[in-house]
């Protein structure tokens, strides 16, 4: 099917055209129409199907030649034919010019002159459309085909036979070394760039694929780079040949296989590396055959340095040079001296220096003469750096996590070979098996050290086994013998004896206080001819010196005295409490001695020796502890009877104290109940007597004598002092039986006080002293007992006035807190001392204790009162000096609570009989 565009604005015209080309196209045709230029240029935009434009040269807005011209910049190959009513031949010539392929008129359009124009321009419209798409998929074959060559980073070569020129691309130029416009090479100037090693065998193997032996060419061979390197490649090709078998041209590629025969030369040089490391423990004779291994496989030189530790003072570790490989032997002692500059400050930048002090590699690639002016220390330096030529060096460390152990050095020179990033891997890959083989060995050696060292402890553990199995038997013999010490020394010679192989005979000595031989025993052979006091005396003795310096001491029995073994070894038996006990010695006659044993006991035999000792002092001191506790023990069971009779004669007296104590609690609860039953029958006729003077004194006064009312005030007056001493004898006895009481009330302190100094004011005036009452405080409400307060005031006020014969006595009142309130009474009478002071609140204790006293009274007033002021919760003071007066001071809280022992029916006013 073909689709042509029409572009007619005269519609007769178009109709026309369209039967003729239904008439004279043979197959299925559409005709689509377009009336202008800007309608044809859309329909060609949206419509890619579009095979043929037929189109009218004059057009409404525009006329053929300029929109042939827009569809040629648009769509170059698309066949335009160009219908007119005109006959210019020129205007014929220019559209042709500008892209026509045909040009028809109107007036000459039949169906068969369209047909022809239509074939012929689809016909090569669709040949270029062909063409073009063969062109663009050769193109993108080509395409595919270098991108692949350039990612196979491989290089091409065309060997024409005939004109023997070489046809190179960039990659190949590039792996020989030569620029890269140079692609066509001379077949000499080819094989000038091959190793010479390899050149004959290329050139055979070319050669036989040129003759037809072989249709493939497959050869590894070495290529000289540029820089002066040689690359290893593989040539792979084939021959064109012609009718008759001969070959025309060789092509093929070169790939450069140089990085995988360094990594098969690298593995294969690790994997011997590696055996050599491992097939010695000897980390030096390693190292050095190491050095000799990477000589000239990896370097033309190489030296191996190890670090030394740290020196005095913190001093930082250096390096120091162990082995040494150069390609040219001669040249080794060269790399020797640069061990010299190994340590000096100026170096620390470079090789050793730089690697010990950053942890990390050191390499440079290409070293020039500035390079060697950067090392080098001073001209001598530069000197052999320039002997030595060097034209690429890594130095690498040997270490184990953070710890450098040493640094591998290597060099090229005569090669001229450049390292690599691969190299230094490479190196640093071999530092580190080095390092790990270097490891080894020393963990090695110290396993052998360490295997050595066990052995040695081993045996000496054994030996101290022995010894300790034998002081423990030794130990077991003497405390089964603590009782008896010349029992106890002969177990312990005959052990020591039979323990010790050297030993002949063993001797043991004690000496007493007055360092004389208290006791010696011995054991062994010829015992019978030892001369003891030729051994132990302390004036002649041979081992008098161990005994009195406490030092062990060999003796050898140069002078062959009679009875005295040829050789004696002795040491101390000495106490930490007792000091110097003893000697311990063992000997030998001289019959039995060998090479062994020529001047000295073996050393192990000398240290049992002194356990022994150590051992015998402690069982002597054991013993001697033993007899004393055993004395002890029998003084300790007469104690235990004498206190068994005195625990008896005790037991008998406790039970006479407790029968006391019972008859004494009845005999006070009999005193009680008297006292309690005298004060009532007591106030009985007492009530009479007061009461009766009272009534004669108030009404038959005036009817009496003067001498009768005396007598009768007497009377009154001596009944109311016994009246109060029957009730200070009751207060006694409840304050003894713990009944005394309290009834507290809320009352004027001032007033109670102020009453009873009146009361009291008469005994005052009978002896002339002035008596005063001074009321210091504010609140003078308090809760106490009234009548206990006015007991206390009438106690102490009384006291003062009988001791006061002139001068004056003052009661103050006063606050000392919210709570508390203080009472004073103060004289200025005898005093007392500070003996009386401290026993005046003791019961029927007076100032005057005799019969004939001046002061008379029962002296329980203060007793009383002391125990009131207790029960009070308050406290009593006194102060006195002698022939001065005496001050009493008493501080009671304001609010006494409540005694839970008073009796409702128990009389609280001392002066009420009943």
Not at 386 to 408: K, M, N, Q, W
Request: hydrophobic share 35%; aromatic share 6%.
């Amino acid at each position: 099917m073909v689709k042509i565009l029409l572009v007619e604005d005269d519609k007769v015209d178009r109709m026309a055209i369209r039967r003729a080309l239904k008439k004279g196209v043979e197959g299925e045709i559409t005709v689509v129409f377009a009336e202008n230029c800007a309608s044809t240029i859309e329909h060609l935009e949206t419509d890619q199907d579009i095979e043929c434009v037929f189109l009218d040269y004059r057009l409404p807005d525009g006329d053929g030649l300029s929109l042939i011209q827009e569809i040629r910049e648009k769509y170059s190959k698309l066949p335009l034919v160009v219908l007119t009513g005109q006959g210019d031949h020129q205007v014929a010539v220019d559209l042709m010019k500008a892209g026509a392929i045909d040009y028809l008129s109107k007036s000459e359009i039949s169906p068969e002159n369209l047909s022809q124009s239509l074939h012929r321009a689809i016909r090569v419209y669709r040949a270029e459309k062909e063409a073009e798409a063969a062109n663009r998929r050769l193109r993108e074959s080509e395409e595919r085909y270098r991108l692949v060559l350039e990612g196979s980073n491989e290089g091409i070569w065309d060997w024409n036979v005939e004109s023997q020129v070489v046809y190179c691309n960039d990659r190949l130029l590039e792996m020989i070394g030569l620029p890269s416009g140079q692609r066509e090479l001379e077949k000499d100037q080819f094989y000038q760039q091959i190793h010479p090693n390899d050149r004959e065998e290329v050139k055979t193997n070319i050669q036989n694929c040129i003759i037809g032996k072989t249709h493939q060419l497959e050869i590894e061979f070495r290529v000289r780079h540029s820089s002066g390197e040689y690359r290893y490649c593989i040539a792979r090709g084939k021959a064109q040949t012609t009718y008759r078998g001969e070959a025309r041209r060789l092509s093929g590629v070169l790939i450069d296989i140089t990085e995988r025969k360094r990594n098969e030369v690298r593995s294969q040089f690790l994997a011997e590396a590696s055996q050599l490391l491992s097939s010695s423990l000897d980390y030096r004779t390693t190292l050095e055959n190491l050095a000799r291994l990477a000589v000239p496989r990896l370097a033309d030189w190489c030296a191996i340095d190890i670090v030394e530790p740290e020196g005095v003072y913190g001093s930082p570790p250096s390096l120091r040079r162990i082995a040494v490989a150069h390609v040219n032997p001669k040249k080794a002692k060269l790399v020797w001296e640069l061990q010299r500059y190994l340590n000096q400050e100026e170096a620390k930048h470079h090789c050793g220096g730089f690697v010990l002090r950053s942890h990390t590699s050191d390499a440079c690639f290409y070293v020039n003469a500035g390079k060697d002016h950067a090392i080098a220390v001073d001209q001598e330096h530069l000197e052999v750096l320039g002997e030595l030529a060097c034209r690429s060096y890594i130095c690498v460390p040997l270490a184990v996590g953070e710890e450098i152990l040493g640094t591998l050095l290597f060099a090229t020179s005569e090669s001229g070979r450049h390292y690599t990033q691969a190299d230094l891997n490479l190196a640093e890959d071999l530092a580190q098996r080095a390092t790990l083989a270097i490891e080894n060995a020393r963990l090695y050696q110290e396993a052998q050290e360490a295997t050595n060292n066990l052995r040695t402890t081993f045996r000496i553990l054994q030996e101290q086994e022995q010894q300790l199995r034998t002081l423990q038997q030794l130990t077991n013999l003497l405390n089964q013998r603590l009782s008896n010490l010349q029992e106890l020394l002969k177990v312990m010679a005959h052990a020591t004896y039979k323990t010790i192989g050297q030993a002949e005979v063993c001797l043991i000595a004690l000496y007493d206080t007055q360092e004389e031989i208290m006791l010696n025993v011995s054991a062994g052979e010829q015992t019978d001819q030892l001369d003891y006091r030729q051994v132990f005396s302390l004036k002649n003795g041979v081992l008098k010196d161990v005994f009195l310096t406490g030092k062990a001491q060999f003796y050898e029995n140069k002078e062959e005295i009679q009875n005295l073994p040829k050789f004696l070894y002795g040491v101390a038996i000495k106490s930490a409490n007792s000091g110097q006990l003893g000697i311990l010695a063992v000997g030998s006659w001289g019959e039995k001695v060998t090479d062994q044993f020529q001047t000295e006991f073996k050393a192990e035999d000398q240290n049992l020796l002194k356990a022994v000792g150590e051992q015998a002092a402690i069982a002597i001191e054991n013993a001697r502890l033993i007899n004393s506790l055993e004395q002890g023990e029998k003084r300790l069971e007469t104690q235990n009877k004498i206190l068994a009779e005195q625990n008896k004669e005790l037991e008998k007296q406790q039970r006479h104290i407790k029968l006391q104590n019972v008859k004494l609690l009845e005999a006070a609860q009999l005193k009680s109940q008297f006292i309690a039953t005298m004060s009532h029958e007591l106030r009985t006729p007492m009530n009479a007597i007061i009461g009766f003077s009272q009534l004669l004194l108030r009404q038959a006064k005036e009817s009496l004598k003067s001498n009768h009312a005396q007598m009768l005030e007497r009377i009154l007056s001596n009944g109311k002092t016994l009246l109060n001493l029957i009730n200070d004898i009751l207060d006694l006895s409840k304050m003894e039986a713990g009944r005394l009481e309290l009834r507290p009330e809320k009352c004027n302190l001032k007033v109670v006080v102020s009453n009873t100094v009146e009361e009291l004011r008469s005994l005052a005036e009978e002896k002339e002293i002035n008596l005063s009452f001074i009321s210091e405080i504010k609140n003078p409400y308090v809760t106490n007992d009234s009548n206990r307060i006015r007991q206390v005031i009438v106690n102490l006020l009384s006291n003062a006035i009988k001791f006061t014969e002139a001068g004056s006595v003052t009661v103050t009142i006063s606050e000392l807190e919210e709570d508390w309130v203080k009472i004073i009474v103060r004289d200025t009478g005898i005093g007392m001392t500070q003996e009386q002071k401290e026993q005046i609140f003791e019961a029927f204790r007076q100032v005057d204790q005799s019969l004939t006293r001046k002061y008379q009274g029962t002296g329980l007033g203060l007793a009383i009162t002391d125990s009131l002021i207790e029960l009070m919760g308050g406290r009593i003071e006194v102060q006195s000096i002698i022939n001065q007066g005496s001050c009493f001071e008493i501080t009671i809280p304001r609010h006494v609570e409540e005694n839970e022992n008073a009796s409702p029916s128990a009389p609280s006013h001392p002066n009420q009989l009943y």
